[in-house]
């Protein structure tokens, strides 16, 4: 007998919220975590697919946040601005309170168990199959763990990825720095929406979460990364405040925390399974954080994930299921990965001439109406 049917290596919204569907299914769980909880991660922040919520129980946990549903997106090229409806609504939490409230669900099931501040060294293995795990704690004391899937949901440099051997493939590295950080007291529109900057080449968002409170985040140019890291508030709000109609609404703002930030995320795909392990979330697929993606991909794959463990349980082959559950991850996500991969290499700052020929067209009504349905075409 192992000691649990399944470890989850990693406790953030893909390993949290594979352990609430296992808790559901009544299936041994321990949950691993390096850090100790709540504590913040760099992120996307968006999560636009709320049905997950039902699915996993906690939307009226969510609810309780206090989160805007957001239902409108402008993105601004320059001076000029458009904006349209969303299909439906986002809600933008931060991920210390997010992940903390997953966890919080998961470990109100009695076959769930979490562990917080303890560090995987090294994989078990018996005969070419994973078995467990080493873990130690922050004491040097060392701890082998068995079970009968270990699950990698540990971020993009996964040590079950490693230490299993996972292959990467459809690899682009890193593209754009990426800087962020919480500020309350920022002028908020009408009607609040997801803000897209385009300017001088890099991309400003602003992300309204709780009521007056918004996440602003950054991509910027790579040379630009060691002198953002050097000074990140200060960098980070003078180059924001160069925005359209950002330094007025940033007057009275105050940042909560530190602006943080990474010289950027590489994008790939890896080999999601093995005998005896199992990838999701970033240490399975990674890419730039522009489009806002991630925890709607992690959440998705960790309930599909849980449908291959709950087929396996009941008597299905493990390899079979999972080598299903790698062609549908790759055909429902390298779509999106595409998009993204072209949206940031296309990136530039536009010329005055461009910019002027925006204007003007976006200004004529008849030209307008001529090409959308075009665009509706391109867009289906």
């Known amino acids: 007998m192992s000691d649990y049917e399944v470890i989850i290596v990693g406790a953030r919204v893909a390993g949290a919220s594979l352990a609430i569907r296992l808790g559901q299914l009544g299936i041994r769980t321990l949950v691993i975590e390096k850090a100790s909880f709540p504590s913040d991660t ?3 922040h968006l999560l ?17 946040l206090g989160l805007r549903e957001i239902r409108r997106m402008r993105t601004y090229i320059g001076k000029s601005f458009t904006e349209a409806e969303r299909d439906g609504a986002t ?3 931060g991920r210390a309170s997010f992940d903390s409230l997953l966890m919080e669900e998961a470990t109100a099931f009695e076959t769930v168990e979490f562990r917080e501040e303890m560090q995987v060294r090294r994989l078990l293995w018996t005969d070419g199959a994973v078995t467990g795990v080493e873990i130690v704690d922050r004491k040097g004391k060392k701890t082998e763990l068995t079970a009968g899937l270990v699950v990698g949901a540990d971020g993009r440099n996964s040590t079950v990825a490693a230490e299993a051997g996972a292959a990467m493939y459809d690899y682009t590295p890193a593209q754009r720095p990426v800087f962020y950080g919480y500020y309350e007291g ?3 529109l009408p009607d609040p929406a997801v803000e897209i900057f385009l300017e001088e080449g890099r991309i400003g968002f602003v992300f309204p979460m709780q009521e007056g409170m918004d996440c602003l985040g950054l991509e910027i140019h790579p040379e630009e990364f060691k002198s ?9 709000e003078k180059v924001f405040k160069r925005m359209y109609g950002m330094e007025a609404r940033m007057e009275e703002s105050v940042l909560h925390g530190k602006v943080i930030g990474t010289p950027g995320v590489p994008n790939f795909f890896r080999e999601p399974y093995g005998r005896g392990w199992a990838l999701i979330g970033d240490a399975a697929h990674a890419k730039d954080p ?4 991630g925890m709607n991909d992690a959440i998705w794959q960790a309930l599909l994930l849980a449908e291959v463990i709950q087929k396996t349980a009941d008597g299905a082959s493990f390899g079979e299921e999972m080598e299903k559950y790698r062609k549908e991850r790759d055909e429902v996500l390298k779509p999106s990965y595409d998009f993204t991969l072209g949206y940031i290499s296309t990136l530039r700052s536009w010329t005055e001439e461009e910019l002027e020929a925006f204007r003007k067209w976006a200004s004529n009504p008849v030209m307008v109406k001529n090409q959308v349905p075009a665009f509706m075409e391109m867009f289906k």
């Open 228 to 236: 953002f890291a050097r000074d990140p508030q200060n960098e980070f």
């Open 42 to 44: 760099l992120s996307t």
């Open 186 to 188: 920022i002028s908020p």
């Open 48 to 64: 636009s697919h709320q049905h997950y919520l039902d699915v996993l129980g906690v939307k009226e946990k969510v609810a309780g």
């Open 91 to 93: 809600v933008i939490p």
């Open 290 to 293: 522009s489009t806002g993606l």
